[in-house]
């Protein structure tokens, strides 16, 4: 989805979208089938901001048709009661909320808006009363940056109490030059060195509570992967893009991940067969990931372990079963942000 109408640190995709032509529905359609044709079963909505969308609907209902396991991620912001309830009608099962903070003067501060925390605790309260109680899930994705960390085992707890899943997800910074379509140009948001002994406690409290059953989303080898990352900027994964995964840029071009966009369009009528041509993605990986520094972005390895990893899949596939029996409660704004007051007990001190 092109567009956003937040300007947060973590993410410069506010400025890689910009000016980029929308799909229409007929196209989306068109790519949408496409999709079904290469067997692809997994579909996220994001951007951008999928709600600066007034078609958004309709634009669910496409994917929900075809039958696609369908998320929509989204930053909370641009959610009423009449959007909600016509998502859900269109058949929207999973959401994906960004929540950086339990504060939410630092909430506001990360995503250059005042006003967004109390907006996010509407729209959980929101679509937590609305979506259908079984087999579905709201999760809360949460950025790990050094202005957050400690406050990632209060997160958690607040996800736990509230009824949510918890995604962590570590900061990635790139160059000032604006390299890549997601990650920060701040460089100030990069761990130092004597951060990485509080890298390690918050990490090892993560996986003490997933092992207690709290929701934490990521697997426990993401967990691991992500830490290291933190520290040393390297990932412990290879990336098998665009074999496994692929992306769609706003104007409908193929894109590896999120965050590179090639000259090839998914709306060429030739696309599945030049897809489908070893030699195009053989030519990808040597012009795209071949000589990209890697990523933790949670989809992307997380989709590569349940492939790969044994272990892994039977974590996830657990997890999944579970989901019949996960209980949301319902809280209006007001106690969701009353919740996340008491869980800010739950930080953890830097040393």
Not at 76 to 99: M, N, Y
Not at 108 to 137: C, Q, Y
Request: hydrophobic share 40%; proline share 7%; aromatic share 12%.
């Amino acid at each position: 989805m092109p567009g956003c109408n937040l300007n947060c640190q973590m993410c410069q995709v506010v400025h890689s979208w910009e000016g980029q032509p929308q799909l229409t529905l007929s196209q989306i359609e068109d790519i949408a089938d496409k999709l079904v044709n290469l067997g692809v079963g997994y579909v996220v909505l994001t951007g951008g901001e999928p709600f600066l969308r007034s078609d958004l609907p309709e634009i669910v209902r496409i994917f929900e048709q075809r039958g696609f396991d369908l998320r929509l991620q989204t930053n909370g912001t641009l959610s009423t009661p009449e959007l909600a309830d016509k998502l859900i009608e269109a058949g929207l099962r999973h959401l994906s909320v960004s929540l950086k903070s339990l504060y939410p003067e630092r909430e506001d501060a990360l995503a250059g808006r005042e006003g967004v925390w109390h907006k996010i605790m509407e729209t959980l309260s929101l679509f937590s009363e609305r979506l259908p109680k079984d087999a579905n899930m709201i999760v809360l994705n949460t950025v790990i940056t050094p202005l957050t960390l400690f406050e990632a085992p209060a997160l958690a707890e607040f996800a736990l109490r509230a009824g949510f899943f918890i995604s962590f997800i570590p900061i990635h910074v790139g160059c000032q030059d604006g390299d890549f379509n997601y990650r920060s140009p701040i460089q100030e948001l990069r761990f130092q060195p004597q951060m990485h002994s509080g890298i390690d406690r918050v990490y090892k409290r993560l996986f003490e509570l997933k092992k207690k059953g709290y929701p934490v989303f990521v697997s426990r080898r993401f967990l691991r992967e992500s830490a290291s990352f933190l520290k040393t900027g390297r990932t412990q994964w290879r990336c098998p893009a665009p074999n496994l995964f692929f992306a769609i840029a706003p104007d409908g071009r193929f894109a590896p991940c999120s965050e590179f966009v090639s000259e090839y369009s998914v709306l060429n009528e030739d696309f599945i067969k030049m897809y489908k041509s070893s030699a195009f993605r053989k030519k990808i990986r040597r012009q795209y990931v071949e000589n990209c520094p890697g990523c933790m972005y949670a989809c992307w390895p997380e989709i590569t372990y349940m492939c790969s990893s044994p272990p892994v899949f039977f974590e996830r596939l657990q997890q999944f079963l579970k989901l019949s029996k996960f209980h949301r409660p319902q809280f209006s704004p007001q106690e969701l942000a009353d919740l996340a007051a008491e869980c800010r007990q739950f930080q953890l001190e830097p040393e």
